[in-house]
């Protein structure tokens, strides 16, 4: 028989209604982004914990990952490149309150020696690597003044 219950009850969401925008997380988050992608935004800063550094980054938007085998961030600019290891192996996204919005907090290790090359740099691109994924992000830049 060629009946579906699932077609009855099953109404299909206008594609605005699911999709996120990065505007609305810019918006929804009160810090401000370093990079931005097509589907997510890209919030960081650096921190010291006991003599240690940390790239501490929370990326909101669609990236939805289970990871175990740990992710690289990967800062490229003219004649500038760094690649940071993440410091667990292990973490995953959340998701959050918006449908199809998913958080992930991963932080990366930064030698003391690296930290003043990349605040000098100028950036181009931010490029995170993470199970067989490269998300790439653009450096944000404000548009308020």
């Not at 077609?7 to 299909?12: A, D, E, V």
């Not at 009160?30 to 800063?45: I, M, T």
């Not at 992930?104 to 930290?115: C, G, L, P, R, Y």
Request: charged residues 30%.
């Amino acid at each position: 028989m060629g009946f579906s219950i699932s077609k009855l009850f099953n109404k299909t969401e206008s594609k605005q209604a699911n999709e996120d925008t990065i505007e609305a997380i810019i918006d929804s988050v009160e810090h401000q982004p370093y990079g931005v992608s097509e589907s997510n935004v890209l919030f960081a800063g650096l921190n010291e914990l006991g003599g240690y550094f940390f790239f501490q980054t929370v990326i909101v938007g669609s990236l939805n990952v289970k990871c175990k085998n740990g992710a690289q961030l990967t800062f490229k600019g003219k004649d500038f490149e760094l690649t940071l290891n993440s410091d667990s192996l292990e973490f995953e996204s959340n998701h959050s309150d918006v449908k199809k919005r998913h958080v992930t907090n991963i932080d990366f290790q930064i030698e003391k020696a690296d930290i003043k090359k990349l605040e000098k740099a100028n950036l181009k691109e931010i490029a995170l690597k993470v199970k067989k994924r490269e998300l790439v992000f653009t450096k944000y830049k404000s548009t308020t003044k």
